[in-house]
């Protein structure tokens, strides 16, 4: 079992930053890759970005320039900075951890609101 604990959101101007973390605990061993995704009212939770054990990130097109994923082994945690907010990013943003048993796991989420 693992479990993720999020932080960092809250309301911010378009054009400002934020920068989420995300804990995991219990059986960090087993993470192979950790993740942030979102979903906005009445919209399906979509990926935002990732980041494998070695360092690899992967970003969606509509937050590449824009937000960074990063990842701190040592304290399994791992982090969202993003900058030049739109209000389009206005959504609950929720940690993934996806193990190598194949098992998906998800924080509570944390609300980020970026107004006009």
């Known amino acids: 079992q693992v479990q993720l604990v999020e932080s960092g959101g809250g309301l911010v101007q378009a054009g400002g930053s934020l920068r989420l973390s995300c804990a995991a605990s219990?059986?960090?061993?087993?993470?192979?890759?950790m993740g942030w995704y979102r979903q906005a009212p009445g919209k399906q939770r979509e990926l935002v970005a990732t980041?494998?054990?070695?360092?690899?990130?992967d970003y969606a097109d509509y937050v590449k320039g824009r937000f960074t994923i990063s990842r701190d082994n040592a304290k399994s945690t791992v982090f969202l900075q993003m900058n030049s907010l739109k209000p389009e990013d206005t959504a609950v943003y929720y940690c993934?951890?996806?193990?190598?048993?194949?098992?998906?796991?998800w924080g509570q989420g944390t609300q980020v609101t970026v107004s006009s």
């Open positions: 219990g059986s960090i061993v087993s993470i192979n890759t």
């Open positions: 980041i494998i054990r070695g360092g690899s990130t």
């Open positions: 993934n951890a996806f193990t190598s048993t194949f098992r998906n796991y």
